[in-house]
């Protein structure tokens, strides 16, 4: 059975994880890491210190009224995709552990054709 990082858990939401094959399971912020559980297999998780979170890179659609995903850049591990029920709750709650200069949003799709073409130029 895997044990978790956290003594206090302070928000739990139903969420995808787009680690290699896209797995179901639950988020679950606490007062010492972001820990994601799969539903169907125990053994499947991920468990993120708060100290090993870089940033959180958010994509927003529509003005910021839809977030379909989140990313979390790690400083050793890489990057992790998530997508959860309700991201602007769970995005509140992480601003309590992450800086809010750590949130950062992702580039648009026309924001990378535009700096690919840029970048070409030159």
Not at 32 to 57: L, S, T
Not at 60 to 75: D, E, M
Not at 78 to 102: H, I, N, T
Request: aromatic share 14%; charged share 25%.
């Amino acid at each position: 059975m895997v044990q978790s990082l956290n003594q206090e858990v302070v928000y739990v939401t139903k969420a995808t994880s787009f680690l290699g094959m896209t797995d179901y399971g639950k988020i679950l912020l606490g007062n010492a890491a972001f820990e994601f559980y799969d539903d169907r297999n125990p053994a499947n998780f991920i468990q993120i210190p708060w100290e090993e979170i870089d940033y959180v890179v958010v994509s927003l659609l529509f003005s910021g009224r839809w977030i379909p995903r989140f990313a979390i850049q790690t400083k050793k591990a890489g990057s992790f995709s998530f997508a959860a029920k309700d991201a602007k709750a769970l995005l509140r709650q992480v601003r309590e552990y992450v800086p809010a200069d750590r949130i950062v949003r992702s580039l648009s799709f026309f924001e990378v054709v535009k700096r690919a073409l840029g970048w070409r130029k030159k």
